[in-house]
């Protein structure tokens, strides 16, 4: 059974960092390209960032370029997301997600996890 089990969230000031993990179960991680996506209070699912099978090839959405770092542990099997410089706009329930290919779509997502609850805030 394909289990994604993220953890990491919390409380944090603005300015503040976290990092988000994502172990994954059930599947061959290491031939996955995944990535997170985050909804934050009332909107819609977004699209954050993603990596390739191997952990060589991401992207970000412009919201967190240059502040968010996606990686992965293929050996342990978890999806990383270290962010940085948290804004109160970044407060969301992020998800790490298994994705067919590399520039999936959101609505291509194979597997969801439940997520986990970042809140930004003074």
């Known amino acids: 059974q394909v289990q994604l089990v993220e953890s990491g969230g919390g409380l944090v000031r603005p300015g503040g960092s976290l990092r988000l993990s994502c172990a994954a179960f059930g599947f061959n991680f290491k031939l996955d390209t995944m990535m997170w996506v985050r909804q934050a209070p009332g909107k819609g699912l977004e699209w954050v960032s993603r990596?390739?099978?191997?952990?060589?090839?991401?992207d970000y959405s412009d919201s967190v370029k240059g502040r968010y770092i996606i990686s992965r542990d293929n050996e342990k099997q978890i999806l990383y997301l270290e962010m940085n410089n948290l804004q109160v706009e970044d407060t969301a329930m992020y998800f790490c997600a298994r994705t067919p290919r590399y520039n999936a779509e959101i609505e291509e997502i194979i597997n969801r996890g439940k997520g986990t609850l970042v809140t930004v805030s003074s």
């Open positions: 990596i390739d099978y191997n952990g060589v090839v991401m």
